[in-house]
């Protein structure tokens, strides 16, 4: 299991066939299309265009990164008591997919742009983190502890 870690191991927030998963990868791993720019990762599997139709194979191939909101708010909570500021830089969720509703939605602060490399006829946005987390359902917000939310 990778722990997140800032501009390193993100977390991303998914939902495939009206399920909703959490995924602690590599940041790479979800740049959607790769026409023009191909990397190449043992999790891809040869998957140029992650989209609606990939999806299925492509999340089978990382379901060894799948966390429960419960386990991410387990680790967030063992890291707030060590280091908070640390924690809430590693801890943001990055990136939004839909693929029922064919939309990204990123607040990844670097110089990665996923909103750029999202598939033709898909919604692409980058968007604060307030924004972004309005798209988590409440039960999925793993950053929420005693009423109080670490993400606004």
């Known amino acids: 299991m990778l722990k997140p870690k800032y501009a390193e191991n993100i977390i ?6 009206n399920v909703f998963n959490w995924y ?7 740049l959607m299309d790769l026409t023009y720019d191909p990397i190449y990762c043992d999790e891809r599997d040869n998957i140029i265009v992650l989209d609606e139709n990939t999806a299925e194979k492509f999340l089978n191939n990382i379901k060894n990164y799948k966390m429960t909101t419960n386990q991410l708010k387990e680790l967030f909570i063992n890291n707030l008591k060590f280091d908070e500021e640390d924690a809430l ?3 943001a969720p990055s990136i939004y997919i839909n693929f029922d509703e064919r939309c990204l939605y990123s607040s990844y ?3 990665i742009f996923f909103q750029e490399y999202v598939p033709q006829k898909w919604t692409g946005e980058y968007v604060n983190i307030s924004s972004l987390i309005n798209f988590i359902n409440y039960d999925n917000r793993y950053w929420i502890i005693n009423n ?3 993400f606004n």
């Not at 991303?12 to 066939?17: E, L, P």
């Not at 602690?24 to 979800?30: G, M, P, R």
Request: avoid cysteine; hydrophobic fraction near 30%; aromatic fraction near 22%.
């Open 12 to 17: 991303v927030a998914t939902v495939y066939k």
């Open 24 to 30: 602690v990868t590599d940041k790479e791993l979800w």
């Open 89 to 91: 830089y590693n801890f």
């Open 109 to 111: 602060p670097e110089n």
């Open 148 to 150: 109080k939310s670490y």
